[in-house]
Structures are given as structure tokens and as C-alpha cells.
């Protein structure tokens, strides 16, 4: 952007705020004169150049939007590798570290655990230093636990590296919505289809490719394993320039389109103090929590500062917590699917690198499905239909397992890897039930967190049904009946709802209550 053209644009928009005291301020913008507040993104200051939600002022440059696009996609590639990687060469894991069945369905069990307490982090580390750092540094967790956990020795050891990677791929599943939303507001959809598309893709491939490249370096499970920390290192690599421009200034400012100007310019901000239009009196100092990012209202809603606040609140929203449920619900019959499939294959007769092909297959259906599905979503102005559909699927799927599991393999494979396309869906709404990007991110976190904790204990019980009855009858009765929850909860959540609107509550009456600030 032409440094002459700085002063004429900013000369309409007020000064960012600045680090410190005046950090997540609401920033008055065009629509704070016509009295509707615009809060501010929690992600980063950047997020502050504008009203919230709105394209940028002066889109990124195009080799940066390239690069962007490309991080997006490498490190949604690495985003499931680690798991379904393991869950081909779960047999062999066993027999290798000596672990019982209650054991493997802890293991099983662990992605969905390290989700719901990593995932939580996600938003307070990337409103410090926005989203690209987080994404960084998650890719080199990602990397280090998958290469380090198969050589570490024993059950305990292999644990830990696998927490490492899953802690990881925590933090990069919050964010990848969160990025997609500020980096490409108008392209959520695409973006969207475009991330889960590259993350079903490296689902497929680490089922598919466990088994041979483990026989490629002579039957050693730990090289078929260790194998898929080099996508991450890729990543890192890609991830390196972006995150350093966003962190390379001074009290870790982030890079809005707006900040390069602020660089490149140091006196402008006393030209700006002089040529900026009036602007209305700041609120109070806004106080730590979900409550200092309110996000829109309809009308006028005042921004609060304190506990009466009438800011909403996620916990207070019924379609968060049908978002959050419905994502727990998914997230279970996905890491039962990555986990045990293999497993109910490999004891009705078929070979180890067949039970991999057809792991491969219901995780490669979601390669086309979930680049198709988001934009379908996107223009139907309900999903609950597309989500009761996507169930169905699964329910047909289940019963096909339990009573010809060999004879109709490839057909079963088929219909769950239909109904696991209800993840992209869950990502999509989670982007279709917030207004502004500032709620995406407490959305994203909220859901994810609260979908991972619920999916816990769901391959776990699958273990210890299995080791205990000897047979995949309970099992399989077992996840036919979560998958009718996730039915129920899938309808509730794509209904055309708000979490601003529902998160409100009234303020309280007496002098405690506040009035907008200006």
C-alpha cells in the first residue's frame, strides 16, 4: 500500500488502540457514530481497523494471501495424521508395548481428552499475538510428539508424545475457524471447505500408508509411525514468515491490514490525533472473561464492564451448548471410527493392510464431501436436515458392521464415511452461528472444548466393552445409540439461531446499572 495514501484513509478511521491500558477497548468505528458499538477482536489488535466483521481496509498482498491459503491447507493436512496413523497399526502398538484393551481404548481415548484441556487455550494465546504463532506452534508440537513418542519407550513414554502432538493439533483445530474468518471474511465457506477437504485428506493417507510404510522399514510399527512428523515440519516451515510478521513489532502488536501503515509511518499518529473525526468518550476499563467481548446486538446494546454486563454470554446460548453437544457427539462415533474400525475389520477375518485400505476409504469420502458440504451448508438457511441425514448414514453403517462385517465391507466404509462429514458441518456452523469474528472464537473455543471433554469417555467404553465381552456386539449397540443423540442434537443446532442474540440477559435495576459509555 502507497505510504501517501495512509494519511487520507486513517483520516476517517480513529487511532488503534494502544498497548497497555488502552488494550481491547471497543474501537469507535462508522457504525459507533450511528450509535451501534463494534467490539473488538479478541484474537488480536489488528482485528481493531475496522468494525468487527468487516473486510479488511486494504486486503493482505497477494503472495501473502497465497501463503495464507497454502498454511491454512498444510497444516489442516496435519490435523488428523497422528491418530488414524495409529488406529491402522493398533495391534501391533499393543503387542509392541505390552498394553491391555483398556489400555488401547485409553489411547483412543487421549485426542479427545487433549482437545477439551488444550483446546481452552487457544483464544487467550492467540489474542496476545494472533493466530498465526498459536498455528506455529502447534505444527512444532505436532512434529516433535509424533517423531518422538514411538522411541520414547514404553506405554508411559508413548503417552506423553502422543499428549505432546494431540496438545498440538488442540490449538490449531480452535484456531483454523478463527483464521479462515479473519483472513477471508468473505470466503468463509470456500475456506472452510477448502481446510477440511486437506484435513480428510491426510486423515486418509496416514490410514492408507501406516501399514505399508511400517512394512517398508521392515515391519518396524515405530517408523510407520514416526513417518508423519515430516507434513509438520513442512508446516512449520510455511508457518515461519507469517507468524513472523505478526510478531515482529514492538508489545506484540498483530498485522491488520491497517499496521503496516502504522509502521511505516512513525509520526502519524500525532497527524492522526489532529485530522480524525471526533470520537466518542471510551468505556470503562473492560474486565477480564468472556464478558469484555460481547459481540453485536441488534440495536443498540450497551458494552459493559463488570459482572452486570449486558455483553452475551456462550454458556448462556442454547445453540452453543446443541454446537457444543453435537460436536462432542461427532467428535466420539470419529475417534471410534479412526480407532477400533481397523480392529472390527482385522477380527472378521480380513488382513491387517486391507483394514487400513478400507480405514483410508471412509476417511478419503470426506476429501470430496468435505470441500462440497460447507458450500451446501452455507446456502441452505437451515442445516438440521443435512445433520439428521449425515446420522442416518451412520446408524446404516453400524448395523451393516454387526451383521455381515466382512461380506459388505466396502459398502459399510461408504456410509461412515458419510455420516463423519457431519465434522466439516459442525465447522461450518460453528462460522453460521456467530455474527462477528470476535464471536467465532468464543464459539470455536466453547464448542470444541466442550465437544472434546464430552467425547472422552466414548472410545474408552468401546475398549472395555470389547475386551469384556469378547466380541462387537455391545460395542456396536453401544454406538448406534450415541449416534441417535447426535441426531437429536445435530437438528437443534442447525436451526437459524445467534448465540449474541441468546447470550444476552437484562441489566439489573438500582443504581448498579450502567448506562453506554458517550
Known amino acids: 500500500m502507497p505510504e501517501d495514501e495512509t494519511p487520507c484513509r486513517t483520516a476517517a478511521r480513529p487511532l488503534p488502540p494502544r498497548a497497555g491500558r488502552d488494550a481491547g477497548r471497543p474501537v469507535p468505528g462508522p457504525d459507533a457514530a450511528a450509535g451501534q458499538p463494534v467490539p473488538s477482536d479478541p484474537s488480536g489488535p489488528a482485528a481493531n481497523s475496522g468494525p468487527e466483521g468487516a473486510a479488511p481496509s486494504a486486503p493482505p498482498s497477494v503472495w501473502r494471501t497465497r501463503l495464507l491459503i497454502a498454511g491454512i491447507a498444510l497444516a489442516a493436512l496435519n490435523l488428523r495424521p497422528a491418530i488414524t496413523s495409529l488406529g491402522a497399526l493398533l495391534e501391533e502398538v499393543r503387542d509392541g508395548l505390552g498394553i491391555s484393551g483398556a489400555t488401547a481404548g485409553l489411547l483412543t481415548s487421549l485426542p479427545s481428552l487433549c482437545f477439551a484441556v488444550f483446546g481452552v487455550m487457544a483464544p487467550r494465546l492467540a489474542k496476545r499475538g494472533g493466530p498465526a504463532p498459536v498455528l506455529l506452534a502447534g505444527m512444532a508440537a505436532i512434529a516433535a510428539g509424533v517423531l518422538l513418542r514411538p522411541f520414547a519407550g514404553g506405554a508411559a513414554g508413548f503417552l506423553a508424545g502422543s499428549a505432546l502432538a494431540l496438545a498440538g493439533i488442540a490449538l490449531s483445530n480452535v484456531l483454523m475457524p478463527v483464521a479462515v474468518k479473519r483472513w477471508f471474511p468473505d470466503r468463509v465457506g470456500t475456506m472452510t471447505g477448502l481446510y477440511s477437504m486437506t484435513l480428510a485428506l491426510g486423515t486418509a493417507l ?16 515405530r517408523a510407520g509411525l514416526a513417518l508423519w512428523a515430516l507434513p509438520a515440519l513442512a508446516a512449520v516451515l510455511l508457518w515461519l514468515p507469517l507468524a ?75 445453540t452453543a451448548w446443541a454446537l457444543g453437544c453435537f460436536f462432542g457427539f461427532q467428535s466420539t ?14 477380527d472378521a477375518g480380513l488382513p491387517a493392510s486391507t483394514a487400513g485400505a478400507l480405514l483410508a476409504v471412509t476417511m478419503g469420502l470426506g476429501i470430496p464431501l468435505s470441500f462440497l458440504l460447507p458450500r451446501i451448508a452455507a446456502g441452505m438457511r437451515h442445516q ?30 461408504l456410509l461412515l464415511g458419510i455420516s463423519n462429514c457431519a465434522f466439516p458441518l459442525v465447522l461450518t456452523l460453528i462460522g453460521m452461528r456467530s455474527r462477528t469474528s470476535a464471536g467465532v472464537i468464543r464459539l470455536s473455543a466453547f464448542a470444541q472444548s466442550t465437544g472434546y471433554l464430552i467425547s472422552v469417555p466414548g472410545p474408552l467404553l468401546i475398549g472395555v466393552l470389547y475386551q469384556h465381552s469378547g466380541g462387537w456386539g455391545l460395542p456396536l449397540a453401544l454406538m448406534s445409540g450415541l449416534m441417535v443423540v447426535q441426531i437429536g442434537l445435530g437438528v437443534r443446532a442447525g436451526r437459524r439461531r445467534y448465540v449474541e442474540d441468546e447470550g444476552r440477559r437484562p441489566l439489573p435495576a438500582g443504581p448498579a446499572a450502567r448506562t453506554p459509555a458517550g
Do not use: C, N
Open 206 to 221: 496416514a490410514a492408507a500408508s501406516a501399514v505399508p510404510a511400517a512394512e517398508a522399514f521392515g515391519g518396524s510399527w
Open 384 to 413: 438440521s436436515a443435512l445433520a439428521a441425514a449425515l446420522g442416518l448414514s451412520g446408524l446404516l453403517g453400524y448395523a451393516g458392521l454387526y451383521v455381515a462385517p466382512a461380506a459388505g465391507a466396502w459398502a459399510w466404509v
Open 333 to 346: 462415533a470419529a475417534y471410534i471410527t479412526m480407532g477400533w474400525l481397523p480392529q472390527i475389520f482385522r
Open 244 to 318: 513472523g510478521v505478526r510478531t515482529g513489532r514492538r508489545r506484540g502488536r498483530t498485522d491488520g491490514p491497517g499496521a503496516a501503515a502504522h509502521r511505516k509511518l512513525p509520526g502519524q499518529r500525532a497527524h492522526e490525533r489532529t485530522v480524525a473525526a471526533p470520537v466518542p468518550a471510551p468505556a470503562p476499563e473492560p474486565a477480564p472473561g468472556p464478558a469484555r467481548d460481547p459481540g453485536p446486538a441488534p440495536g443498540p446494546a450497551p458494552e459493559l464492564s463488570d459482572g452486570t454486563a449486558r455483553a452475551p454470554r456462550i454458556t448462556r446460548s442454547p
